[in-house]
């Protein structure tokens, strides 16, 4: 797995279109085809900029999108998000997916094996390509938008409006009682046995804690109290970031499915834990998620229960 130096996004530089034309030709560049980054089975892949230049004969022109400046090497990096001219024929099979995608793959699919920065720049690149794919007119006039800055606004014509990318708040809740035993939900949208914590965005005119206590009363039926914030992640699927807390709840008998969004709700010690997982009882939420780091960092905060103790269940939803 290669190692980059932490990357500084450099925001002052987008507005130097000279500097970013000059950053580009020595650019180590994603390469995403439909929201799909260029990577190997563990680590990102990189291409210069004489490889998209040699690709534009099979990909359209496409955005590039500036992502930052190593901190240590002075390395730039772009994203380059574009599609095919003309794509191969889709015959419904799975090998059709396969070679379409050669050499790319999902968030989902390699997200969990990359290290922190290269998963810092997948996250970044991945939620621009989502949110320019999805936005591409001016929400005041109707008319196409350009990419602009780097790819970090996009810009009316007519009206000279700036649209910036949207990010979508969502609260994401350790619930754990005076035991220290902690509550996870099953979701029926995910795969068999699959436990993971309570989560919901938060609306308009709502505050984080708010958010937390409504979301884990209309998901699982208790209240949460001494509600305290433990850390955040983009989570570009397609643009939301999570906001990590834990609460406790004082009355843990009363937890119940609202049967809809969760049907099933358990209570877990770390015994219990460490049993159900060994036994396959329970799926675990996959590594790249802060559900999972949540879980971890509870479950190791005592001596003799390891990480290597949770393994499994790091399968995405079929
Ligand atoms: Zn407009």
Known sequence: MSALSPINRESELRADATKLAE?????QIIHLVDARLSAGDDSLTFIDAAAVAAAQEVF??????????GRDDNQAYFAW?????????????????QCKYEGFKSLRQVGGHLDTDELALAMHAVGLANWHWTHTHCSKCGAKTVSDLGGSVRVCPED?????PRTDP???????DKDDRILLGHQPV?????????AGFVETGESFEEC???EVFEEAGVYASEIKYLTSQPWPFPASIMIAFEAITHRPEEARPDGTEITEVRWFSRDEMKAAVATQDILLPP???VARRMIEAWYTRVDGYTRDQLRGGESWRP
């Open 23 to 27: 950053l580009w030709k020595t650019a």
């Open 60 to 69: 359209e022109e496409g955005d590039r999108f500036f992502l930052g400046v």
């Open 81 to 97: 998000r574009t599609t095919w001219i003309n794509p191969p024929e889709d015959d419904g099979t799975e090998q059709f997916e």
């Open 160 to 164: 000279a409006t700036q649209h910036h």
């Open 170 to 176: 969502a609260v994401i809740v350790l619930v754990k």
């Open 190 to 198: 995910w795969p068999d046995k699959r436990f993971s914590t309570f």
């Open 212 to 214: 937390v206590s409504r």
């Open 287 to 289: 590594k790249i998620s």
